[in-house]
Each structure stands twice: as C-alpha cells, then as structure tokens.
C-alpha cells in the first residue's frame, strides 16, 4: 500500500459525507428541526459504519522488533439510543442542546484483506515482502457513555448539526489489533475505544431524521494484554436513520 494511498481513502469518506448530506439537504423535506425539543426528548435510530487507520504500521515488539506495513478496513452496524437533556441553552454558533447517547454494535468487523506485506528489521536494518492471506475478525462493541452537543443555533428547518465525544468497549473473538503478521504477540480480545465525531442530523420528517457522521476513534487494550499495538486513530463513516419521540 503507498503513501498516497491512505490519502485517497480519506478524501474519498469525506467526499462521501459531503455528496450525501448535500443531496439530502436539497430534498423537499418537511422537518422543521431547530429546536429538537419539539421532536419530544428520546432518539432512537440504526446506522452503519465503515472506516480504516490511515498509515497503519504494526510492530511485534520483544528484542527484535519488526515493523510491517498493514491494509486494515473496518464495518460496523448498530443501533444508537439518544435522550436529549435539556432546552437550547447558549447564543449563538453555540446555542443547542445536549444529548447523552448510548451506541450498541451487535455486527463488528475488521476485515484484513489478501495483501504484499513490506518488512523491516528496527535492530539488524534488514527488510522484504512477503504475501499474506489476511484475516477476518469478528466482534461486538458498545459505547455506553456519549455526550452529543446539538448545534440548534446554526439548526435550519432541516437539519442540526451536532459534535460529540465518548468512549466505550470493543470485544473480538481473537486478540486484536494483529501485533505483527510475522510474530504474533499477546494482545488482547477487549479494548478500549475513546472517540470524536461531527455529524448532521437531516429530517425528512417532523419526527424522523437521516443521520451522517464522521469519526475518529482510538483502539487501545490499556494495558490488559502482554502487547498493546493499538490504533492511534481509525477514520469512520456513519449513516443511519432515526426517530424522534
């Protein structure tokens, strides 16, 4: 995988989030959502993911470490259930309401394709490629604690955009992230996953809403494995449908 490569992906999901919004906002929908006080205090929606870690590097640690460069995709799919906390407070850009959320991901996947590994040797400066067959890995997440700041300031009559921050739990059915292809290193089948994300809720409806975000989440063991190879950063899209009662 080159450099640019990576690149391309980013711009691509964030190509993705614009052309998408853009074609909702410019459909005639009936919502009136600046105060989403009026859609009654509860969201509850289904939405899907996808994502990867750009520059993604993996190290297998010990007295020789070696560094392989790795292509990685994430999918995800889930249910999210939202209460909103309280009247637009604030002026401004920044008037709106907070909204705690709790995401549950039944269907959780990292999905490491077929690809020509490259390699080097941080203690002996020796290198090559090699193929690898890849690797599934199947999972189930939850993010139990997620606050969401709904812009209703900046809202219009069809849509309000919001930003949020939160962490929550990732469970594998083998150890992950893989430390290193060549030398396999206990890591562990439960991290940690703090996160950030921006997105726009867009209604098509007086209660019913098309929602995209754009997410960036760390993937770390803190700890709970003899290895801990983590991912710095995961970049991810969201889009899914909620209702508001």
Do not use: C
Not at 40 to 57: K, L, S, T, V
Not at 71 to 81: E, F, P, T, Y
Not at 137 to 162: H, Y
Not at 180 to 202: D, R
């Amino acid at each position: 995988m080159t450099s640019e490569q990576p690149r391309r992906r980013v711009w691509r999901l964030l190509l993705a989030v614009v052309s998408l919004a853009a074609a909702a906002s410019l459909t005639n929908f009936y919502g009136n959502a600046q105060e989403l006080a009026t859609h009654g205090p509860w969201q509850i929606g289904a939405f899907a993911a996808g994502g990867f870690p750009p520059n993604y590097e993996a190290n297998s640690g010990g007295s020789n470490p070696i560094d392989v460069g790795l292509q990685l995709d994430l999918l995800s799919a889930g249910v999210q259930i939202g209460r909103v906390l309280s009247a637009p407070r604030g002026r401004g850009f920044l008037r709106g309401q907070g909204e705690a959320v709790v995401e549950v991901l039944p269907f959780w996947l990292a999905h490491y394709p077929s690809q020509n590994l490259h390699y080097y040797s941080q203690r002996y400066g020796y290198g090559g490629y090699y193929l690898w067959e890849g690797q599934n890995i199947p999972g189930a997440s939850v993010t139990p604690l997620l606050f969401r700041w709904n812009f209703t300031g900046r809202a219009s009559r069809r849509s309000v955009p919001w930003a949020q921050l939160g962490g929550g739990l990732l469970w594998t059915n083998h150890k992950f992230p893989v430390p290193n292809p060549l030398m396999i290193e206990s890591t562990s089948v439960i991290n940690f996953t703090p996160q950030g994300a921006v997105g726009e809720s867009i209604f098509i409806k007086k209660n019913r809403s098309l929602d995209f975000a754009f997410k960036a989440v760390h993937i770390s063991n803190a700890g709970l494995g003899v290895n801990n190879p983590g991912l710095d950063i995961t970049l991810q899209f969201s889009a899914g449908y909620s209702w508001w009662r």
